[in-house]
């Protein structure tokens, strides 16, 4: 998952350390199938229609749950609770249920046969891992509607069908079974992570080294030819160079499924054949290739090769990891590598990536990142929350060099990454922290990394950030800048910038501003997009002024409120080539550029 791009609300819960169908096992149940009603007059209503059928053996209780969060969003999102009019019947005859808790139903047959469960679904979140409804669309995660026999194991097939209007499309990975509509899965894993849009959207495809990649885009007017051809054009140039770290493309075709809108929870989300991409209205020509390429590269690292602690996925609970570092900041740092060595990006964006890591690293509390690959399931107010990625990605670089520079460039992360995958993914395991060090050291000829690890991963003390870049021939430039903020989020249409969200202790919020006006200027810096904030930041960097005029335009009236200046320091950083670097260096870091190896 990439980090927050957009603005939305997100609902988060605690974890809890046990439920009642932990304990309780459900009678077995076969020949399970799912129908999801997404016609127009259920997406009219922002609800789904979802059926459940199986056969059961006898009279035992089933006991069905539903997931707790979606892989690669590690937020409990409790999809039950968006469950309304929940029925169980056989013949016809209504059955016999009660909850178990809040996720969990128990239902009693009757007799030997079909079992149908049904209930509606509330669509109208705005999370990219959660349903969400239009007059002509719905998208939907296996996890929001899939209900799950209790203790009876994930390795069962099932078939998915799709009610909807004859000339809507329907879109997902999952593979096409016979009939209109119908789709099947050899378990509940693959079941969960091939995610659907259902609708008027617009659809486009490629073939890039060999398979078949396809854009889904929603409204189907945001895919126009400009926008189809930039996106086509940066996934032909970094999708081999992901192929190449580890050899193969392990999907039969991949799908980008992108929903804009001026409200987001911008970012993506990962699958294992698809990304599921949320862009404000305002960024759709923008530069989303960084966000294309993360995700892409979650196609190989998370959703496949992934530590032990999620192999396999819990959908009950919350399921800690210490390795959040690798699977999500590694992932950020190819996802840069990918875009330099595709040609999508030159080496200097490349360094500005690498100086953005730093920035984002020195300006968060001391933090070991183990530890904060913890935090992503309680959102941390101390200022570690997400650090897992930039300080996850700065340490895949630095131990991308300490690697080069020990085998004298005969090595590479790269060889790490392809290693575990063929090791453990290929037989059906996770990586153990053990397996993880043994092959970084083995790439480096042995080098031991038990200090490494237990003082800059395990450990709190600075990334050694100007040694090792050294290395590669490489330096790094910090300094410090006070600059404004506003404690706002904003989102951007025809009618200008609206505040969406407002720190209750923030500057605007202290001004007066309100949820719902539409900024026009703050001090004499016009606000027109959500590009406008860059230059008002630089324009009053430690400014000696103690308020700027905000002037708004609440309803039919334009408004100037005193908005207090409330400094934020901030970290700038800058990498940059070592002039003169010696030969080694200069191999180290042209290696890492091209993904080669001496």
Known sequence: MLRKLGFAVVTFGTAHASLAHAQRISAPISDISYEITADSSAVGRRQLGVAM??????????????????????????????????????????????????????????????????????????????????????????????????????????????????????????????????????????????????????????????????????????????????????LQKFVPAHITVFGEAPFRNYTLFQRSDTVVNGGGLEHQSSQVDEVTTSGLDGNLSGLYSHEFFHAWNVKRLRPADLVPYRYDDAQQTTWLWVSEGVTDYYGALGLVRGGVNDSTGFFNFIANEIASVAGAPPTAVSDASFGAWIAPTDGSGGLYYPKGGLTGFLLDIMIRDASDNRMSLDNVMRRLYDATWKHGK????????????????????????????????????????????????????????????????????????????????????????????????????????????????????????????????????????????????????????????????????????S
Do not use: C
């Open 53 to 234: 059928s199986f056969t059961v053996a006898g009279t035992a209780p089933v006991i069905l749950a539903l997931p707790a969060w979606s892989p690669g969003h590690y937020v409990l999102l409790w999809f039950s609770r968006r469950v309304s009019q929940f029925s169980a019947q056989s013949g016809g005859v209504q059955l016999e249920w009660r909850k178990l808790d809040f996720q969990t139903w128990e239902i009693i047959p009757r007799s030997a046969g079909t079992v149908r469960v049904s209930f509606n679904y509330l669509a109208a979140a705005v999370d990219r891992a959660v349903a969400w409804t239009a007059p002509n669309f719905a998208f939907f995660n296996g996890t929001n509607l899939f209900l799950y026999p209790a203790g009876r194991g994930f390795d069962w097939p099932a078939r998915v069908s799709v009610r909807t209007e004859s000339s809507w499309r329907v879109a997902t990975g999952m593979d096409p079974a016979a009939g209109v509509n119908n789709f099947t899965a050899g378990n509940y894993h693959d079941l969960t992570d091939m995610p659907f849009y259902v609708g008027r959207f617009a659809m486009d495809s490629t073939q890039i080294a060999g398979k078949w990649v396809r854009l889904a885009f929603y409204p189907a007017a945001s895919l126009t030819p400009a926008r189809r051809d930039r996106a086509f054009g940066w």
């Open 430 to 597: 996770g990586f153990t922290g053990a397996e993880w060090w043994s092959e970084v050291s083995r790439a480096a000829g042995g080098k031991s990394f038990t200090e490494f690890a237990r003082r800059y991963v395990d450990g709190r003390e600075p990334l050694p950030v100007d040694s090792v870049l050294r290395l590669a021939g490489l330096r790094s430039e910090s300094d410090t800048i006070r600059e404004p903020r506003l404690g706002i989020s904003t989102a951007t249409d025809a009618a200008g910038v609206a505040i969406t969200q407002l720190t209750p202790t923030g500057a605007a919020a202290a001004a007066g501003a309100r949820v719902g006006d539409k900024i026009v200027s703050i001090g004499d810096v016009t606000i027109s997009n959500d590009d406008s904030f860059e230059p008002l930041r630089a324009r009053y960097a430690g400014t000696s002024l103690t308020t700027l005029p905000l002037v708004v335009r609440r309803g039919t009236e334009t408004i100037t409120l005193q908005l207090p200046v409330r400094l934020v320091t901030r970290v700038q950083a800058r990498v940059l080539p070592i002039p003169n670097a010696s030969p080694k260096a200069l191999r180290i870091r042209g290696g890492i550029l091209r993904g080669s190896i």
